[in-house]
Nanobody, 114 residues
Protein backbone atom coordinates (compact mmCIF):
# COMPACT_ATOMS: atom_id res chain seq x y z
CA UNK A 1 0.00 0.00 0.00
CA UNK A 2 1.20 3.49 -0.91
CA UNK A 3 -0.06 6.81 0.39
CA UNK A 4 0.64 10.07 -1.43
CA UNK A 5 0.34 13.60 -0.07
CA UNK A 6 0.77 16.68 -2.25
CA UNK A 7 1.76 20.14 -1.08
CA UNK A 8 2.91 23.44 -2.51
CA UNK A 9 -0.18 24.62 -4.33
CA UNK A 10 -1.51 28.11 -4.00
CA UNK A 11 -2.40 31.34 -5.75
CA UNK A 12 0.16 33.00 -8.01
CA UNK A 13 0.15 35.67 -10.68
CA UNK A 14 0.69 34.85 -14.33
CA UNK A 15 4.38 34.50 -15.03
CA UNK A 16 5.12 33.31 -11.53
CA UNK A 17 6.40 30.00 -10.24
CA UNK A 18 5.38 27.25 -7.84
CA UNK A 19 7.01 24.03 -6.75
CA UNK A 20 4.73 21.12 -5.96
CA UNK A 21 5.88 18.28 -3.75
CA UNK A 22 4.47 14.79 -3.31
CA UNK A 23 5.59 12.59 -0.44
CA UNK A 24 4.97 8.86 -0.64
CA UNK A 25 4.74 6.59 2.36
CA UNK A 26 4.19 2.89 2.82
CA UNK A 27 5.70 0.49 0.31
CA UNK A 28 7.79 3.07 -1.51
CA UNK A 29 10.24 0.38 -2.62
CA UNK A 30 7.54 -0.92 -4.96
CA UNK A 31 7.03 2.37 -6.81
CA UNK A 32 7.92 2.45 -10.49
CA UNK A 33 6.59 5.47 -12.37
CA UNK A 34 5.46 8.67 -10.70
CA UNK A 35 3.65 11.54 -12.29
CA UNK A 36 1.63 14.70 -12.01
CA UNK A 37 -1.87 15.08 -13.40
CA UNK A 38 -4.29 17.97 -13.31
CA UNK A 39 -8.00 18.53 -13.60
CA UNK A 40 -9.65 21.86 -14.27
CA UNK A 41 -13.34 22.42 -13.50
CA UNK A 42 -15.53 20.77 -16.11
CA UNK A 43 -12.58 19.10 -17.83
CA UNK A 44 -11.06 15.65 -17.84
CA UNK A 45 -8.00 14.82 -15.82
CA UNK A 46 -4.89 15.03 -17.98
CA UNK A 47 -1.30 13.94 -17.66
CA UNK A 48 1.15 16.78 -17.04
CA UNK A 49 4.48 15.03 -16.50
CA UNK A 50 5.69 11.51 -15.82
CA UNK A 51 9.04 10.28 -14.55
CA UNK A 52 10.31 6.72 -14.37
CA UNK A 53 12.39 5.23 -11.59
CA UNK A 54 15.46 5.73 -13.79
CA UNK A 55 14.71 9.39 -14.42
CA UNK A 56 13.24 9.33 -17.92
CA UNK A 57 10.62 12.06 -18.31
CA UNK A 58 7.69 12.90 -20.52
CA UNK A 59 5.72 16.14 -20.59
CA UNK A 60 2.47 17.34 -22.01
CA UNK A 61 3.05 19.69 -24.93
CA UNK A 62 1.26 22.47 -23.08
CA UNK A 63 3.84 22.53 -20.27
CA UNK A 64 7.01 21.53 -22.11
CA UNK A 65 9.78 24.01 -21.46
CA UNK A 66 7.98 25.51 -18.46
CA UNK A 67 7.58 22.60 -16.02
CA UNK A 68 10.21 20.21 -14.71
CA UNK A 69 9.50 16.94 -12.93
CA UNK A 70 12.07 15.31 -10.66
CA UNK A 71 12.15 12.65 -7.97
CA UNK A 72 14.12 11.35 -5.04
CA UNK A 73 13.73 7.58 -4.98
CA UNK A 74 15.24 7.17 -1.52
CA UNK A 75 12.77 9.63 -0.03
CA UNK A 76 9.87 8.51 -2.18
CA UNK A 77 9.20 12.08 -3.27
CA UNK A 78 8.39 13.64 -6.61
CA UNK A 79 8.44 17.34 -7.45
CA UNK A 80 6.99 19.56 -10.12
CA UNK A 81 8.73 22.87 -10.69
CA UNK A 82 6.26 25.13 -12.47
CA UNK A 83 7.61 28.28 -14.11
CA UNK A 84 6.02 30.89 -16.37
CA UNK A 85 2.60 29.93 -15.08
CA UNK A 86 -0.44 30.83 -17.14
CA UNK A 87 -4.11 31.12 -16.17
CA UNK A 88 -4.72 28.00 -18.24
CA UNK A 89 -2.61 26.08 -15.72
CA UNK A 90 -5.27 26.61 -13.05
CA UNK A 91 -6.40 23.18 -11.85
CA UNK A 92 -6.23 20.69 -9.06
CA UNK A 93 -2.92 18.90 -9.38
CA UNK A 94 -2.68 15.25 -8.38
CA UNK A 95 0.33 13.09 -7.72
CA UNK A 96 0.26 9.46 -8.84
CA UNK A 97 2.50 6.45 -8.42
CA UNK A 98 2.43 2.96 -9.89
CA UNK A 99 3.35 0.24 -7.42
CA UNK A 100 2.31 -1.48 -9.74
CA UNK A 101 -1.30 -0.61 -8.98
CA UNK A 102 -1.82 3.12 -9.45
CA UNK A 103 -2.21 5.28 -6.36
CA UNK A 104 -3.39 8.88 -6.16
CA UNK A 105 -2.90 11.74 -3.77
CA UNK A 106 -5.68 14.01 -2.58
CA UNK A 107 -4.74 16.87 -4.88
CA UNK A 108 -3.54 20.41 -4.36
CA UNK A 109 -5.12 23.51 -5.86
CA UNK A 110 -3.10 25.72 -8.19
CA UNK A 111 -4.69 29.01 -9.19
CA UNK A 112 -2.99 31.41 -11.60
CA UNK A 113 -4.41 34.90 -11.85
CA UNK A 114 -4.12 37.07 -14.93
Amino acid sequence: QVQLVESGGGLVQAGGSLRLSCEASGSIFSINNMGWYRQAPGKQRESVAVITRGGSTNYADSVKGRFTISRNNAKGTVYLQMNSLEPEDTAVYYCSASAPVRYWGQGTQVTVSS
